[in-house]
């Protein structure tokens, strides 16, 4: 009875804060309703490396390639197979989590360096591999059109608040699902890995196997954020997936708490944050171009290693310190 | 010169290993320290050495203290620890081995000089100092480190369980040949040892460790006589 | 025939520059433990040093010599300062096995920035010190050129260099000695924090060298050298990572592999190709295929 209704009680509180943020949606400009759909996208991605990393204990520094496969996966439904965006999106997951799937079956048997090392060579080789096929429309990229809101909607109804509820929808629903996922059985499998492989082994959980899936889960998450943010930019390309992304991505999971979900909106914040705080300093200081592009980049690393220094736990661990 | 150990407390984990434990080595005498497994014997020889952190109380030898000093300072400075089981580098030769404690050493005539002699106590080595030394056997491998021990011309020997391991007939030629060295040179000698018999009968004083504690200090001799002592760890 | 000797040749080149950073990868591995994912970042950050002196002296050798100088003491300067004291400060919990990995990721990033801030983001050229059109044999003009033997030399010198180093003097044993076993190192009273950090200038040299042997024939710029450092960890782990020659080989494996199948197949798979073989490796033998122990060392 009491697992029934804690499950309830989540369900509650994602309705509660899916209209909360339906709510903030209305009231605020065009430019909020950007950046809040880049900060769902982003907290969703940041959600599949938490289950990854932070629940079975596998680093991959590879999660920009997965988004990309989601992306062009959802591209090319929309362009070639003609389907509609939201059926692009369900299928970039899915092909995503299927190659996600092939991966984690070869990265059960790795564990730490390896991995990493691993997962950044694919990163790193995704985009010369996406601008040498032309079906993937090479260095240009190909388009990615959500369409118009639903006519319905009125007229007042932006293309901005429609990207706002699409990817908060998305985001939302996913990370319920996954919410619901950490806190089952698959959650405590996962928890084990990450802790004491032997020991799970010796309980008889069959360790290839649920790494493998876990990083299935984890892809086809990170794909669906991989469609979200090219619904937002309009177009995939190889530029859209830099190793800077998986950096990015680790450092929003870490600074927010690697080990629990609950901090990924915080994390995604932070990620559309730096950018714009960059931007900030970098026209008060009056640097150079130079400057100002790599600050974010700078901005990013300098916070993952402090993060991984002084708050490996969250920034909970900060505050409980204090005390 | 003589090692001194005042109330000294390790700490492993959350285990005490080593409580409140005081005893004295005179120079140029051998002592053993015996005790059953998991008496914290390896621990203490490990604070001497510099390998680990102590909680509190004093080690001090020759007068200075010898607490969280790193090991390689330690080392120079003429304690040389030969630990238990993995003290030889299997994938380096013997000669590379042998080379190791001499390295840093500035009178290279005198490291050739005790290196001949190292040799000479151990000529097996003098065969195989081509050799990788993970092909050597148990009993050559223990004279292979403590004869690198010896390269360093340390003034204290801490030794941790030489006879692990090896065959009796082997294990007396060791343990006569650490008695030996005694002499030869010039030596300060601590033999950690489970091998009770073995090592009393060599040694100047024993001291008896049990989960930490130290239960009985004095002569070997009077150690070996001892009903109690006979009874807990000589077996007989 | 000239298809095949040309490509062999080529495929010696490329494998020459992937052998010195998995060298240098090796080399911070075994005495550290850690994979430096910043190294792509020093070989970098060595090769606009040596970029730029290469510019003021109007010598692409004083650069080369600039950038093998500053590569050794970056190396130890981040092994000294950056790498000892995060060691220091994480002991226990479940982070100490990613911390070490997200640091020198960290690392690199913050490397890549401040070349952005030094020398911002656009893609600058290095010229070759010598010719880069192909000789011509018999009339016809072969994809191997001065430059490329240039490059074979100047990796076959550093690596008999190094291998002397290792086997035959006195600080070779100690760095040896430091990576198979830091506890007995210590004992014999071999200051092994010291060794460490040399073996990190030494990577850092060797990384400056493959910097400024590789950007000569692409571009520079912060992300320049992030290709060579997946083929120099392919080839680390094909070699197995305890090993300089199973480095070496390990990057002949990996050059070979993918220049044939550039040559013969299609440019297109080069980057397939190796991750192919990396994958094929780890799942079969982990250890690498020239690794004398048992397994990896985690």
Redesign the interface.
């Known amino acids: 009875m009491h697992k029934i209704s804690a499950n309830r009680k989540r369900l509650l509180a994602f309705i509660l804060l899916g209209w909360a943020l339906l709510f903030i949606g209305d009231r605020v400009g065009e430019l909020q309703q950007y950046q809040g759909a880049f900060v769902a996208m982003y907290a969703l991605a940041i959600a599949s490396i938490i289950l990854l ?1 932070g629940y079975s ?1 596998q ?1 991959s ?1 590879g999660h920009s390639a997965l988004m990309a496969v989601g992306a062009y996966a959802g591209a090319l439904s929309i362009n070639n197979l003609k389907l509609h965006p939201v059926i692009a999106l369900i299928i970039a997951a899915l092909v995503a989590g299927i190659f996600g799937l092939i991966l984690g079956i ?1 990265a059960a ?6 991995l ?3 997962t ?3 990163a ?2 995704l985009p ?2 996406a601008n ?2 032309t079906i993937l429309g090479g260095e240009q990229g190909i388009l990615f059109d959500i369409g118009t809101p639903p006519t319905r909607f009125g007229e007042e109804f932006s293309q901005y608040k429609w990207f706002f509820w699409v990817s908060s929808l998305a985001a939302l629903i996913m990370i319920w699902l996954l919410s619901n996922l950490v806190h089952s059985k698959y959650g405590r499998v996962f928890r084990a890995l ?2 004491n492989q032997t020991a799970a082994q010796l309980a008889g959980i069959n360790v290839g196997r649920q790494k493998a899936v876990a990083f299935a889960v984890s892809s086809g998450v990170a794909g669906l954020a991989g469609g979200l943010l090219v619904m937002l930019i309009s177009g995939v390309s190889p530029s859209a997936f ?3 992304l998986s ?1 990015s991505l ?1 450092t929003g999971a ?1 600074v927010t708490g690697v080990y629990d979900l609950k901090g990924v909106m915080l994390g995604g914040l932070v990620l559309v944050a730096i950018p714009e705080i960059a931007d900030s300093i970098g026209s008060r200081v009056g ?5 100002t ?3 974010p ?2 901005l ?3 916070l ?2 402090l993060a ?2 002084f708050t ?2 969250g920034p909970g661990q900060l505050l409980k310190k204090k005390m | 010169m003589s090692l001194v150990v005042e109330n000294l407390t390790i700490d492993h984990g959350a285990i005490r290993a080593i409580d409140n434990v005081s005893f004295t080595v005179a120079t140029g005498q051998l002592a053993a320290v015996i005790g059953a497994n998991g008496a914290g014997k390896t621990t203490l020889l490990r604070t001497l050495s510099g390998l680990k952190e102590s909680k509190s109380g004093n080690a001090t030898w020759n007068g200075k203290s010898i607490l969280g000093v790193r090991p390689e300072d330690l080392a120079r400075s003429g304690i040389m620890h030969v630990s238990d089981g993995k003290s030889v580098i299997a994938e380096l030769s013997v000669k590379e081995n042998l080379a190791l404690a001499g390295l840093w050493r500035k009178d290279k005539k005198d490291v050739a000089a005790v290196t001949a002699e190292v040799v000479d106590l151990f000529p097996v080595l003098g065969q195989r100092m081509s050799q990788a030394s993970g092909s050597l056997s148990g009993g050559e491998r223990q004279m292979l480190a403590i004869g690198r021990a010896l390269i360093a011309r340390p003034k204290l020997l801490l030794l941790d369980e030489p006879s692990l391991g090896l065959a009796p007939l082997i294990i007396e030629q060791i343990f006569q040949t650490i008695k030996s060295l005694v002499a030869k040179m010039d030596l300060t000698v601590v033999l950690v040892e489970q091998n009770a018999m073995g090592a009393l009968k060599i040694a100047d004083e024993g001291i008896v460790l049990n989960l930490g504690s130290v239960v009985a200090v004095d002569s070997a001799q009077t150690l070996l006589n001892d009903p109690a002592v006979r009874a807990a760890y000589l077996g007989f | 025939m000239l298809q095949f000797i040309t490509a062999i040749l080529t495929s010696l080149s490329a494998g020459a520059i992937y052998a010195l950073m998995s060298t240098a990868l090796v080399l911070v591995w075994r005495s550290t433990r850690v994979i430096n994912f910043a190294q792509a970042g020093q070989a970098v950050l060595t090769t606009y040093i040596g970029y730029e002196i290469t510019i003021r002296t109007g010598s692409y050798w004083y650069g080369l010599i600039a950038a093998i100088l500053s590569g050794a003491l970056i190396g130890a300067i981040i092994d000294r300062f950056f790498m000892r004291p995060i060691f220091k400060r994480i002991k226990s919990g479940p982070i100490v096995m990613i911390a070490p990995v997200v640091a020198t990721l960290g690392l690199l990033g913050i490397i890549q920035a401040i070349i952005g801030f030094i020398w911002g983001l656009n893609y600058q050229t290095l010229a070759a010190p010598v010719s880069t059109d192909g000789y011509k044999i018999a009339n016809t003009v072969i994809a191997f050129s001065p430059y490329n033997l240039m490059v074979l030399l100047s990796v076959t010198i550093t690596m008999v260099l190094l291998t002397v180093l290792f086997q035959k003097t006195n600080i070779g044993l100690a760095l040896r000695a430091s990576a198979y076993s830091p506890e007995i190192a210590k004992l014999s009273g071999i200051k092994v924090d010291a060794v460490r950090t040399l073996g990190w200038a030494i990577a850092g040299a060797a990384s400056g060298l493959a910097g400024m042997l590789y950007i000569p024939n692409s571009y520079l710029y912060p992300n320049g050298m992030d290709v060579l450092l997946v083929f120099g960890f392919i080839a680390a782990v094909i070699g197995g990572l305890d090993s300089l020659f199973g480095a070496v080989a390990g990057a002949m494996i990996l050059g070979f592999a993918i220049n044939f199948v550039a040559t013969y197949i299609s440019y297109k798979l080069v980057f397939p190709t190796a991750f192919v073989i990396l994958i094929l490796v780890l799942l079969v033998k982990p250890g690498g295929l020239f690794s004398s122990s048992k397994g990896r060392k985690d």
């Open positions: 990393t204990g680093l520094l070869a048997r790795l564990s730490g360096p390896y990493a090392g691993t950044l060579a694919l790193i080789s010369t591999i040498q096929f990450r802790d830099p190793l800077s950096f680790l870490v640097g150079s171009d130079g400057f592009m790599a600050l980049g700078f990013v690393s300098a993952l290693i991984v220094l490996p736990n």
